[in-house]
């Protein structure tokens, strides 16, 4: 374990623990990858994160390139602002998910990734529809741009809360009969089965230690902020590393720099240091701000409240209630994933999920983070905060923002409201004690 973790990062000060290093690292050798593929000769799958089939992409010597994780890359780097300011002077309207507008305008500023070289034109377009309608259009237009193949696998959505055997022959027909064909004709490369077996086999294995990383906050203090900490804990798994030794090694990092911070009874490390005394916990739903991403944990540092539930880390596949990747059923599996996702879930799914984590992570409050263009999360919001109040009968608050989109972020205001809501909390507890004394 790090010396870093043993000694305590003086305060302040960003800290950086092997694993993010181990991230960092992984990110910036598929830009070159993604970038160098003309050279290499190898060929470009863009695809979305929710639903994504990386162990299939792998399976075909392809690389995967996540238009969304762009968007986030460029967002974190300040840049995303001008991307939309492009878009929407090319007739994108205000309402438009930024993700696209920020992809968008990185395309027509020359395509140009993290690492500062440009994007090669993908040679597939892999739809996996979950839940958003925006993951069609966004393809129409790519569609329309690189007039590349096209392929989408269509999930039903789970409007009665529960998966049919009908709909998962349904996945497992169209990859069967539109993906692999796809695949095989852009790629050259045949599709080998164990192959796949062997990328699942890789997945169940980083899956079962990213849960056990997320179910660490089930502890008080909890020692990780599954939200402001959960997004880079699910960076590996949500990409273009599921099914890779290197993400089975990166999740083994993880968990032990986490145990290692639960062994000490210490609370997560932010950008700020270490968190002091853990005063709330709470369950956060909706993506975070990402152009302020910094700023916005620090009002939760500043305050000692820690996040231990979100739904957003659910986003890319949901594994806490027991799914895993199955090798033995390869075809059967990826259909349950898909169909498993978060945005693929209907309301009253979302809401039993998040009243579990309130229970189960002891936490003291929900807020939701409700994001400007995000339709696909923000719908049914303020009746999901109703519905954990009564549940539960913990204080629930909204606060708005947008993803990449830096006019949507209004700090003195989230600020404001977040300071009012910790009040409202210990109002709360010093009620509860008043009535049990
Ligand atoms: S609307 Fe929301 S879920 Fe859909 S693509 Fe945009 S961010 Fe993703």
Redesign the pocket.
């Known amino acids: 374990m790090s010396v870093q973790l043993q000694a305590g990062p003086p305060k302040g000060e960003e800290v950086k623990e092997p694993s993010m290093l181990k991230q960092k690292a992984l990110i910036a050798e598929n830009y070159e990858k993604l970038t160098g593929a003309r050279e290499s000769g190898r060929k470009v799958a863009s695809t979305?994160?929710?639903g994504n089939l990386n162990e299939l992409i792998l399976c075909f010597d392809m690389l995967n390139n996540l238009p969304?994780i762009n968007a986030i890359q460029n967002g974190m780097r300040k840049k995303s602002g001008a991307m939309i300011l492009e878009a929407e002077k090319r007739g994108h309207s205000e309402d438009v998910?930024?993700?696209?507008k920020a992809d968008i305008g990185m395309m027509a500023k020359g395509n140009i990734a993290p690492n500062g070289k440009p994007m090669p034109d993908p040679d597939l377009l892999l739809l996996s529809y979950t839940?958003?309608?925006?993951?069609m259009k966004?393809f129409e237009l790519l569609r329309d741009e690189y007039g590349c193949e096209t392929v989408m696998l269509h999930i039903p959505y789970e409007g009665d809360g529960r998966v049919t055997p009908n709909m998962r022959e349904y996945v497992v027909k169209q990859l069967r009969e539109e993906v692999i064909p796809a695949l095989e004709r852009v790629s050259g490369v045949k599709f080998d089965i164990d192959r796949l077996r062997e990328h699942l086999r890789n997945s169940a294995a980083a899956e079962d230690d990213f849960v056990w990383v997320l179910q660490s906050a089930k502890n008080v203090p909890s020692p990780i902020d599954a939200y402001f900490g959960g997004v880079f804990y699910i960076g590996p798994i949500f990409t273009a590393f599921r099914g890779t030794g290197e993400a089975v090694e990166y999740y083994r990092v993880l968990r032990g720099e986490i145990a290692a911070r639960l062994a000490r009874g210490k609370g997560p490390v932010t950008p700020e240091g270490e968190m002091g005394e853990e005063k709330y916990r709470l369950v956060v739903e909706g993506?975070p701000n990402w152009t302020h991403f910094r700023d916005f944990w620090k009002m939760f540092y500043e305050e000692g409240a820690v996040v231990v539930a979100s739904t957003y880390t659910k986003?890319g596949g949901v594994y806490d209630f027991g799914f895993r990747h199955d090798p033995d059923h390869p075809l059967e599996t990826l259909a349950d994933y898909c169909l498993g996702c978060y945005?693929n879930l209907n309301l009253p799914q979302r809401v039993e999920m998040i009243e579990t984590y309130m229970n189960e992570y002891r936490a003291d409050g929900f807020l939701i983070n409700s994001?400007k263009?995000?339709?696909?999360?923000s719908a049914g919001q303020l009746l999901m905060m109703r519905e954990i109040e009564d549940r539960t009968g913990k204080p629930a608050a909204f606060v708005e923002s947008d993803?990449v989109d830096p006019r949507y972020f209004s700090k003195a205001n989230i600020k404001n409201r977040l300071e009012s809501y910790f009040q409202m909390i210990d109002q709360k507890r010093q009620g509860a004690a008043s009535a049990a004394a």
Do not use: A, K, M, R
């Open positions: 979305y994160v929710p969304e998910c930024t993700y696209v839940g958003c309608f925006t993951f966004w993506p986003v945005t994001i263009s995000c339709n696909s999360f993803l």
